[in-house]
């Protein structure tokens, strides 16, 4: 059973940046599709980006391309998401997400999700 533990996050200025943690047990990263969402209270989950974990590329979402990256960490069996230029519209309960078989825009597409972890965003 794959498992997603994320870490990171918390309170930052508008402008500053923050770095989430997905750590994955029962498999490795390298034979898994990663994504990234975020939720805000009331609101359905939204895309951010993912990686194919065939060709190590990434699609990210509009609102955060050239601010948000996600990048793969095997040694330590990890997938990151590194945030820039983050604004107080960013302020969500953020989740990764990931898949043996597929991958795409929507939630519904992944199997195993992280707890979440709270990003905060203030002026």
């Known amino acids: 059973q794959v498992q997603l533990v994320q870490s990171g996050g918390g309170l930052v200025q508008a402008g500053g940046s923050l770095r989430l943690t997905c750590a994955a047990s029962g498999a490795t990263f390298n034979t898994l599709y990663a994504a990234w969402f975020r939720q805000i209270s009331g609101k359905e989950r939204e895309f951010l980006g993912f990686l194919n974990k065939k060709s190590g590329s990434t699609y990210y979402t509009d609102s955060v391309k050239g601010r948000f990256t996600i990048d793969r960490d095997n040694a330590n069996n990890t997938v990151i998401l590194q945030m820039n230029s983050l604004k107080p519209e960013d302020t969500a309960i953020y989740y990764c997400?990931?898949?043996?078989?597929?991958?795409?825009?929507?939630?519904?597409?992944?199997?195993?999700w992280g707890q979440g972890t709270q990003v905060t965003v203030s002026i």
């Open positions: 997400a990931a898949d043996s078989n597929r991958f795409g825009l929507r939630s519904s597409v992944y199997d195993y």
